[in-house]
Nanobody
Framework: QVQLVESGGGLVQAGGSLRLSCAAS???????MAWFRQAPGKEREFVAA????????LYQDSVKGRFTISRDTAKKSMYLQMNSLTPEDTAVYSC?????????????????WGQGTQVTVSS
């Protein structure tokens, strides 16, 4: 059982930056980790993913050039640096981990989830 704990959310003005962290109780070579977000009244949305072993990265189009996903294998942690934030980025951000499925952006392909951290961007 992998436990994930997010931190780093908060309130920021439009144009500002935040860095989210996700600490894992354990992680395995074949795993993939990802960030998802869910705004009120909307479905959960894929943000970015990274493979644990090789560090291959995929972003949702709307965050490319603004968000950067990374991981530190020694610390068993994943990060999301978010720059140039807009009110449309307001959501609960959750980290996820799993081994399954070719569809990186599908929540169902991730077996483990953190509790989420709120990000609020004011205009």
């Amino acid at each position: 059982q992998v436990q994930l704990v997010e931190s780093g959310g908060g309130l920021v003005q439009a144009g500002g930056s935040l860095r989210l962290s996700c600490a894992a109780s354990e992680m395995f070579t074949g795993y993939r980790m990802a960030w998802f977000r869910q705004a009120p009244g909307k479905e959960r949305e894929f943000v970015a993913a990274i493979t644990w072993r090789s560090g291959l990265i995929l972003y949702q189009d709307s965050v490319k050039g603004r968000f950067t996903i990374s991981r530190d294998t020694a610390k068993k942690s994943m990060y999301l640096q978010m720059n140039s934030l807009t009110p449309e980025d307001t959501a609960v951000y959750s980290c996820a981990a799993g081994v399954g499925g070719a569809e990186v952006s599908r929540p169902r392909n991730y077996a483990y989830w953190g509790q989420g951290t709120q990000v609020t961007v004011s205009s």
